[in-house]
């Protein structure tokens, strides 16, 4: 596995959680059926943004260098904030024709990044320490052409 297919591949930890967390909680609640897919049926307001999010960003970082996986990693989570707190004014205002006010604007943008960065702190750790282990991106590609 290549460096920048673990950044890609780390950016579906959240989603993994989510759905993890969700399977557990609904047993230990015993919820039914029908609650587990509401609460599936809520995620959409984070997942949707969050799936196109993931989408362009894992786009943008294939077959990139190690330095640049590193600020990547860096800037992703602020990235995200800012891409989701937009997200939300657009589907607010489309909704309900309303804009919150820049305080909770900002507010929103703080906690997304933070949460963005608390899934981000596993997979930059992993990249970090094993850099040496995964295969560079141009010996992938030469592995490939060789065959």
């Known amino acids: 596995m290549t460096q920048s297919r673990f950044f890609q591949v780390s950016l579906l930890l959240p989603v993994a959680v989510w759905v993890l ?6 047993f230990v609640l015993r919820q039914d059926n029908g609650a ?10 984070i997942f949707v943004p969050y799936v196109i999010f993931v989408i362009v960003i894992w786009r943008l970082v294939g077959n990139k260098p190690y330095g640049l996986l590193m600020f990547m990693a860096f ?14 004014v657009i589907v607010t205002y489309i909704q309900d024709k309303s804009i919150e006010t820049l305080f909770v604007l900002s507010i929103m943008v703080f906690w997304a990044a933070f949460v963005g960065y608390l899934f ?7 990249l970090s ?6 295969k560079g991106d141009q010996q992938q590609s030469n592995a490939l052409s060789a065959h």
């Open 129 to 134: 320490k094993l850099k040496t282990k995964f």
């Open 120 to 126: 981000e702190i596993i997979p930059f750790l992993v």
């Open 21 to 26: 967390v969700l399977l557990i909680f609904s």
């Open 75 to 88: 800037i992703v989570p602020i990235l995200w904030g800012f891409f989701f707190t937009l997200w939300y």
């Open 36 to 45: 587990i897919w509401q609460n599936l049926y809520d995620g959409y307001h």
